[in-house]
């Protein structure tokens, strides 16, 4: 691991720990919401399990310093933010929310000095 981290490649690890922080309260209050608790969990298990674990997995690479969880990182928030901006998932009014919130690590994460720090080549 590289001596001096940059602070806007920590600011990008910080940003990629907070949408993984957000999708474990969203799993949560799906898990444990609705009548039946081992439905509601099951549920929550199947439709929000697989981006949490890829966005925890993101999150802890990019805190390691390490490429794949660049990859891990930039992959999982193009997907939310097409997931986000192109579906009709969400209600229109949570739309720009959901944009945002995928589109700030994204630009974070393809800035050249973090970009550089996680080992990336520049785009000649």
């Not at 990629?16 to 081992?38: E, N, P, Y």
């Not at 969880?69 to 939310?80: D, H, K, Q, S, Y």
Request: hydrophobic letters at 60%; zero cysteines.
């Amino acid at each position: 691991m590289r001596s001096h981290r940059p602070f806007i490649a920590t600011v990008a690890a910080l940003s990629q720990s907070l949408v993984a922080s957000g999708i474990v309260f969203v799993w949560l209050a799906f898990a444990f919401w609705g009548t039946s608790r081992l439905f509601a969990l099951l549920f929550a298990s199947v439709y929000w399990g697989l981006p949490l674990v890829v966005s925890v997995l993101a999150a802890k690479g990019l805190w390691r310093g390490e490429k794949a969880g660049w990859w891990t990182a930039v992959r999982f928030n193009l997907a939310g933010l097409a997931v986000g901006s192109w579906l009709e998932v969400f209600p229109p009014r949570w739309k720009a929310v959901v944009v945002i919130v995928f589109l700030i690590p994204s630009v974070l994460l393809l800035l050249p000095p973090v970009r550089r720090f996680y080992g990336i080549p520049a785009q000649e």
